[in-house]
């Protein structure tokens, strides 16, 4: 098991050759415990660590939902890619109706820091997975923080596109499956946003793809996207479109791959995620 | 989306190239509605149906359990192999403290008949895996009836074992994820057969592995185990070296794979899943 005194070890187990487990620990960004799992690829040693993947998952999911559902596992092994996954919010901030929506508050963090009353004192994920989640793990685990890719799915995808694209140097690989590409004009990321970042639409940009592809923020490698075509949120919420323009315009490499009768589950995600640790191996290497 | 006037479908999700789906129906054998899934591999036809393999969970689990945790399905899908899941117990039944233990009664039938009051009206799940569900699947999905297999963990390992044995023509492949191979002599059982089976011990030997091996039953294939040997159930519960014993007597043949490292969970299992896929596909074939 592995211990420290900064980490409390929920379960480890041994899966296709590595070991996969389950952490808590109390968060400086978040002011709160919080919970993440990490995918040690055999072979990964101090002296010969892994690359890492940081994979965020969508509303209402935790740090277990992607490594359980998506079974990214086996290629990550394979290909010796270490995976770390969060949370979609914090939790036990008591903040009052946190618990009232399932896309605002609780299981719904946005992977951003709040700057708005009452959210803005534990609603931090975007500080937690830009710096502290990565700089712990790579204290307490064998990975290559030389070597860092990011994923998502859905919200999680949001936040994987936002967060490479704001820093390239430190996300050096990203990939998402049906990501809300431009929440500041959909009615997840309005709802989110409004709450946490507040009414002035300036402020929001910095926290959607499409806006800093506008802006300006370019990531030097292929984005690679999968969507399904039969996605129930697929014209309400992500609208891939807007991402694929803005990007030509941008002259930002993206590919996206559209796949006929697929839908926003897991059912999809597990589809797909062995080409997506493909992706970011061909990046990033392997142990 | 399936539908009939015999089934309810909960969801259905392209998966892979295939469909996997949630269903539920009113079951003639436990009296009850009953909810079981199914995935069918890219290719099948009612003209070019798929053989099937029936996978049996463990304790506390459901019909969804192995299909979101196992990973079974990228091979099957591959390989051209329908799988079809079902419930761990019946549900609804209400007899009186069949929610008081995790390991007896809901979540817990034992893939048998029961025979003892008030068990007995409902919980029927040995008829329901052995007749009921094999046919009403069959009839209602491209799954080839002439070429049906059947693998389980832990408790479903200990159904999926008696079922072949018991039915070797009925049952063409079989194996099985860190099973309980004799459970007359172990807590789990003893606890489930005195429930459903009653004092007589005589009685349980039909519903035992090791008793049926014992007792002149043979799979005329080769039976592929996988164990955990850092499985937390292995020398209270599991016991394989009694499975082996009896093997060994009996001549049947018999493949146990011990893995060191490995406990009981869905970690342990989706290392090897695909490894029991293509045993069952290397005898059943594929679409």
Redesign the interface.
Known sequence: MTSSNVLQTRSE?????GR?GFYSHASAALGLDARFAVFVPPGATAARPAPVVHVLAGLTCTEETFF??A?A??EAARLGVALVATDTSPRGAHVPGEEDSWDFGIGAGFYLDATQEPWSQHYRMGSYIAQELPALTEQLFPLDGTRRGIMGHSMGGHGALVHALRAPDFWKSVSAFAPIVHPSVVPWGEKAFTGYLGPDRQTWRAQDAVCLLEDGYRHPTDILIDQ?E?DQFLERELKPDLLEEAAQKAGQALRIRR?A???H????V??FA?DHIRHHAAVLGGV
Chains 1, 2 share one sequence.
């Open positions: 187990h041994l899966c296709h050759g996969v359980i559902k079974h596992l086996a399904g039969a796949h009768g697929y839908d589950s897991y059912w999809f597990q589809s062995a």
